[in-house]
């Protein structure tokens, strides 16, 4: 099994910045596409974006308005997500995955690890 860890949830008033990271398991880590998904109440999981094994290639949904970043650090085994500029609507659990294939991808059936997920409260 490949595990993932997210961090650095928490809450934040409108407006401010967090950055979560996620954590991986496996040696295998570099040749993963990583992504990041969440869930708010009452609504389905959706895409966040993603970042091929390489970097190379980066999608975003529309919503992140260039207000999101992904990286990754393969050496580090390690995925990230700075958020910036968070409003309420981004009040969701965040959860982080990885994709065997390598190809960064929109789609959450492609992905075939997941973590457990870290919590985002973006008050106001």
């Known amino acids: 099994q490949v595990q993932l860890v997210e961090s650095g949830g928490g809450l934040v008033q409108a407006g401010g910045s967090l950055r979560l990271s996620c954590a991986a398991s496996?040696?295998?880590?570099?040749?993963?596409?990583m992504g990041w998904f969440r869930q708010a109440p009452g609504k389905e999981r959706e895409f966040v974006t993603a970042?091929?094994?390489?970097?190379?290639?980066?999608y975003y949904a529309d919503f992140v308005k260039g207000r999101f970043t992904i990286s990754r650090d393969n050496a580090k085994y390690t995925v990230y997500l700075q958020m910036n500029n968070l409003g309420p609507e981004d009040s969701a659990v965040y959860y982080c995955?990885?994709?065997?294939?390598?190809?960064?991808?929109?789609?959450?059936?492609?992905?075939?690890?997941w973590g457990q997920g870290t919590q985002v409260t973006v008050s106001s």
């Open positions: 496996g040696r295998t880590f570099s040749s993963y596409a």
């Open positions: 970042i091929s094994r390489s970097g190379g290639t980066i």
């Open positions: 995955a990885a994709d065997r294939e390598g190809w960064a991808s929109k789609l959450t059936y492609e992905y075939d690890y």
